[in-house]
């Protein structure tokens, strides 16, 4: 989801603020409960007082479009890829 939304000039992460640049889980979200299933597969989406509405609309077009996409990859994929047959 990072590289599919850095190709419409979306930047996101996958770690927690404080951790900038770590390919570390968040641990924030460890901390919190949520499964390791879960924590891996957050991003983190960073707005301040220069995010536009318009930049705002345009995650909201493209992002859809990405995860129904990664649903289909990741349903297709789970049919027992790696199974011994």
Known sequence: MILALDLYGVGISSGAACSSGSLEPSHVLAAMGLS???????????????????????????LPPIVERMRRVHAGSSTGVGART
């Open 36 to 62: 390791r299933e879960r924590v891996e597969g957050s991003v983190r989406f960073s707005l301040g007082r220069g995010t536009t509405p318009e930049e705002i609309d345009r995650v909201l077009e493209v």
